[in-house]
């Protein structure tokens, strides 16, 4: 019985990679070519700072790459780090932006998340980036 109890107080291994987990990218495989990326991610949980609810949403990323591509694994983490996080809707999507950015500075990028609605309310907070022309 405490054998038991025990193992359920640890992390299990997809709670640790997600909490290790950081955006990790690679060169762009054919950098001086404009291209697009989309990914979406359609399980985006996080909670309401006020109530506590749970809030839905799918975060959409459409980027433009330059010297560098975000690995998928890793964004499929980072995103999922945002689960037990107590945050509004425009910071959620405002932060990932800027993380974004941070990790792999693309030439172009919008992220957009359209939240499921919740007492009648539905929200899409949509941001975009763009590098400054040099």
């Given amino acids: 019985m405490v054998e038991e109890a025990t193992n359920q107080s640890e992390m299990k291994y997809g709670e640790r ?4 987990g950081e955006l990790i990218t690679f060169p762009n495989p054919r950098p001086g070519r404009r291209y697009n990326v989309d990914i979406n991610l359609p399980e985006f949980t996080c909670k309401c700072p006020f109530s506590g609810y749970p809030d839905f949403a799918t975060i959409k990323i459409r980027y433009m790459p330059d010297q560098s591509v975000v690995e998928l694994k890793a964004i499929k983490l980072y995103i999922n780090s945002y689960r037990d996080r107590y945050i509004s809707h425009e910071e959620a999507v405002n932060q990932i932006l800027d993380d974004f950015v941070a990790a ?3 030439l172009e990028v919008t ?7 919740r007492g009648n309310v539905h929200t899409v907070v949509e941001v975009h980036h763009k590098q400054p022309r040099v």
């Fill in 104 to 106: 792999c500075n693309p």
């Fill in 111 to 117: 992220v957009t998340g359209d939240f499921s609605p």
């Fill in 17 to 20: 990679e997600i909490a290790e």
